[in-house]
């Protein structure tokens, strides 16, 4: 029987990692370079600091089997945020109102909206940055895991799971084209902007 949940909370020390798992109140590690950085000096201007938040495994779940576990060394995490989150670096999207239908019709085509958040503000949604991905180490990622008590493990249920997986192949599988051959496609070019807008990491 359908309840209306979109997700089930799990243990936070359960065994399997499967794609489409909600990740709140984490802290992952991450290599940044330093702006300007030539080839040659790059291994100076690395230095591992960290990024907490919320995140979702997309890494597909047939490759986090346990059978593949030796082979599959990193997951790839993309970073999620609430909408009231993601307005404040994207004001022109403040009313909910705007972002959401937009978001629906995917004319944002680097962010997914997720389903709506049990998290804080259950009136919130939860929005997902396919352009903010990071890889990690699957060993890390587990003992992080399960070394971090405040984790809260989320699982997406069927259609949800399916369907953000349908959109971040979409996005990496398309076929690349230059920013310069479509300036009039002005959905393009607000989610391009409105990716870099959300990305602290990314010199504007």
Request: charge should be neutral; hydrophobic fraction near 35%.
């Amino acid at each position: 029987m359908d309840d209306g949940q979109w997700f089930d909370q799990i243990s936070k020390d359960t065994k399997d990692l499967l794609q489409g798992e909600l990740l709140v109140d984490i802290e992952i590690p991450i290599i940044k370079i330093l702006n300007n950085s030539s080839i040659t000096s790059i291994k100076s201007s690395a230095h591992l600091t960290t990024l907490k938040g919320m995140f979702i495994v997309l890494t597909q779940s047939c490759d986090l089997e346990e059978s593949n576990a030796k082979t599959l060394t990193k997951v790839v995490l993309a970073q999620v945020s609430l909408i009231s989150d993601f307005v404040k670096t994207n004001p022109k999207y403040a009313k909910k109102e705007n972002i959401v239908p937009i978001l629906e019709q995917k004319k944002l085509e680097l962010f997914s909206l997720l389903a709506p958040s049990e998290f804080d503000n259950p009136h919130e949604m939860l929005i997902v940055s396919l352009f903010h991905i990071e890889l990690v180490d699957q060993t890390t990622l587990r003992t992080l895991m399960h070394k971090n008590r405040k984790l809260t493990r989320y699982r997406l249920r069927s259609p949800y799971t399916e369907n953000l997986s349908h959109r971040f192949g979409n996005l990496f599988s398309r076929v690349a084209i230059q920013e310069k051959d479509f300036p009039n496609n002005p959905h393009r070019q607000a989610s391009i902007q409105a990716a870099r807008d959300s990305n602290p990491n990314i010199t504007k």
